[in-house]
């Protein structure tokens, strides 16, 4: 009986590191819709392993598995006045490991998931639906 070999070039490949993640997220982003993306071009994106243990404790979660991604700071159009006169910075948080972990559990891509997660963290502070998001998600 033959075997066909299926592995690709999977025997030599690693899980991305915390940069080629970010890379992949930032050509993810080239996919949301332009007015998506011209609204959201100071917004920061960051990756990180895990989530914070205190952010974790602040959100009552069991296991840094729990949360992919994370919106922070204020939403587009958001007026915030500081001492300072300064507002604080928005950023997407991306957290690798539980990412990754998803994406070896199911039948999508990186792309389709980072796609997925940008359009969740970005769509809501912008008042976008459910059902907006879902096709978005369709069209990206």
């Not at 998506?36 to 920061?44: D, K, P, T």
């Not at 587009?76 to 972990?101: E, H, K, N, T, Y």
């Not at 769509?123 to 978005?136: N, V």
Request: proline letters at 6%.
């Amino acid at each position: 009986m033959a075997y066909l070999d299926n592995s690709g070039d999977w025997g030599n490949r690693l899980a991305p590191t915390l940069a080629e993640l970010e890379s992949l997220a930032r050509l993810s982003f080239s996919h949301l819709p332009e007015k998506l993306r011209r609204f959201s071009r100071n917004i920061e994106l960051c990756v990180a392993d895990f989530p914070e243990d205190s952010l974790m404790e602040d959100m009552g979660l069991e296991s840094p598995f729990e949360l992919l991604s994370l919106f922070e700071g204020p939403g587009p159009g958001s007026r915030f006045s500081l001492a300072a006169g300064q507002q604080p910075a928005s950023r997407v948080l991306l957290f690798r490991r539980p990412i990754l972990d998803y994406w070896a559990e199911n039948e999508e891509t990186l792309d389709e998931i980072l796609v997925y997660l940008l359009l969740q963290e970005l769509g809501r502070p912008f008042g976008l639906s459910d059902e907006d998001m879902a096709a978005l998600t369709d069209a990206a």
